[in-house]
């Protein structure tokens, strides 16, 4: 992971269009390819980023731009759309790579984990036909909480949360992505389950061609009886 604080702007386009003007940020340059820009608010969220595949290419400014002040310019191509992620460096405060070398993965709480099995035993919820593959299926970078057999042919991806929220969605797409990269699997479509899904992440599933799935924690127990309920 590469760690730079510098007086930056930003400029992204393709499908959407944003700017952020010149100030002092964190950028972060992970192993995966991923680049975000953060400030010292706003949270965990990146101010703007390039989620993979997606390749950077370090290059001078031109004329115009060095009269601004302008050192380098990072270019970040996504490679599969026309989105990139025009970075112009000012000021390197702090320049350091680190190898954090491989991530044992998120341990999940017990009602995720408890969801997880509980799915796995009734795999049946994803649509009549699907069949288990495996719980925790290993991926380069991290476990997918659920592998199933689509009866139609291909793969199913899940990933579990107990609230779904955009985090979620993109983490399930880093997977796909991977997993859609082997033969034996492809193709591979994804379901993002959890008790409560956020607007915004089913709007952003859906973008993304991903299925959702409201799980019902005490059915799936058998602690509320569904077919006993008035309404």
Known sequence: MRLVVARCSARYTGRLTAHLPLAT????????GSVLLHSDGGSYKPLNWMSPPC???VGEPDAEAAERGVTAVWTVQHQKSDDRLEIELHEVQHDSAHDLGVDPGLVKDGVEAHLQELLAAQIELLGSGHSLVRREYMTAIGPVDILARA???GHVAVEIKRRGDIDG?????????LLNRDPLLAPVRGVFAA???KPQARVLATDRSIGCLVLDYDAMRGVDDVSARLF
């Open 55 to 57: 390749s950077m290419a």
């Open 151 to 153: 009866p139609e042919g």
């Open 195 to 197: 008790q409560e899904i």
């Open 169 to 177: 969605v993109e983490q399930l797409t880093r997977y796909l992505d």
């Open 25 to 32: 940020r964190l950028l972060v340059v992970k192993a995966d």
